[in-house]
């Protein structure tokens, strides 16, 4: 499980470290960095899949989502800092767990050097055992071209090697490719579509479907799948929880899957492309939520979109029983929401000085972290 989440200058986050529990909330206001704290999360996944550089690219480079703000606070009376920043610049990303801690050091490269001037330069890079990096701790270590790891012995091996990513995505060091794969289990989704022409409407051929996909184009194999493994009553009871007196049914027409919600006091079943925006919605939580093959994190965002105050208590039951197979982190805004998660860890996000800070969090009350040096 991931204890501590810790970002520096990614976007409104200057620095922000916290606390991380089996089911953690991260709520606030709009635009206080609830959105930014999510997109950093995928970005840390991002760079163990195809790359932290493709990932920043589709942010429009790394610096565009640098910290804008001044390098060190406003003080009363002084006027704030111009644009020029006098020390080095660093986005920095990372995580501690029971069993291993990671941490991702970006800076822009030295201008004239290249002409790739939107790609990031990576300064450090640091896995290690635990949650808090110690020297001792660590298994593997790159600081620019140079990059060390341990060997059976328990010493060092190490090499100059032009990486052109991250060392997660680019060497195969035992260790190094064990936090990979477990990093690439995580599992985020973002507002699901439910428009007219939105995938989960469609039927399409049916697959064995343990996870949904991101854009719920495989609802029914999904939900097909839940009950064809054991999960049928967990799955009816979700429905019947929202929808009382309702049930689904999975249909399939020469291969092809399709919905049937049937409904207390109609006289026919409606499929998907019928269901209300909050309907479907919903259908498509109770896929996501009830996998037969839970990752380790699994990140909600905003599940509370176009759902009826009626089904957040539902929404609710579904997410803390997933808490119990996965660690989830939900980013929410929703009061009803936070409230129905009664097991939840509620971190309430603010601004201070256009600066993202954990409300009620001093400096004693923050989690051990270290980053390493440059």
Do not use: C
Not at 292 to 316: F, I, M
């Amino acid at each position: 499980m991931i204890q501590t989440l810790a970002v520096e200058n990614y976007r409104s986050l200057r620095k922000l470290v916290l606390p991380l529990s089996p089911l953690t909330v991260v709520t606030g206001a709009n635009g206080t960095g609830k959105s930014s704290l999510y997109r950093a999360l995928r970005l840390l996944a991002d760079a163990s899949r195809n790359g932290a550089i493709a990932a920043l690219a589709r942010e429009g480079g790394v610096g565009s989502t640098l910290w804008a703000g001044p390098e060190h606070g406003a003080r009363k009376g002084r006027p704030v800092q111009g644009t020029v920043r006098t020390g080095p610049v660093g986005l920095r990303l990372g995580f501690g767990g029971d069993e291993y801690g990671y941490a991702l050091d970006l800076g822009l490269p030295r201008p004239g050097t290249t002409m790739f001037n939107l790609d990031p330069e990576f300064k450090r890079e640091a896995l290690w055992n635990g949650p808090v990096l110690r020297p001792a701790m660590l298994v593997a270590d790159r600081a620019g071209h140079v990059v060390r790891a341990r060997n059976a012995d328990g010493g060092w091996e190490s090499a100059d090697i032009r990486l052109t990513d991250s060392m997660l995505s680019e060497l195969a060091e035992p260790e190094i490719l064990l936090l990979r794969d477990r990093i690439r289990s995580w599992r985020f989704y973002d507002q699901f579509r439910t428009d007219r022409d939105a995938p989960a409407r469609r039927s399409r051929i049916g697959t064995r479907t343990p996870v949904l996909d991101h854009d719920g184009a495989d609802l029914p194999a999904a939900l097909q799948t839940i009950r064809e493994v054991g999960a049928a009553g967990e799955l009816d009871d979700a429905i019947a929880d929202a929808f009382p007196g309702s049930r689904i049914d999975v249909v399939n027409h020469d291969g092809r899957f399709g919905l049937r919600f049937h409904q207390h006091g109609l006289l026919r079943a409606l499929d998907a492309a019928e269901l209300s925006d909050g309907t479907l919605r919903y259908l498509l939580w109770v896929a996501a939520l009830l996998t037969p093959r839970p990752p380790e994190l699994l990140v909600l965002n905003e599940p509370e979109t176009s759902l009826h105050p009626d089904l957040l208590a539902p929404l609710g039951h579904l997410v803390t029983d997933a808490a119990a197979r996965s660690q989830v982190v939900v980013v929410t805004h929703s009061k009803t929401l936070v409230e129905a998660l009664t097991k939840a860890t509620v971190l309430t996000l603010v601004k201070e000085s256009s600066t993202t800070v954990l409300d009620g969090q001093g400096l004693l009350d923050q989690p051990s972290w270290h980053w390493p040096d440059r």
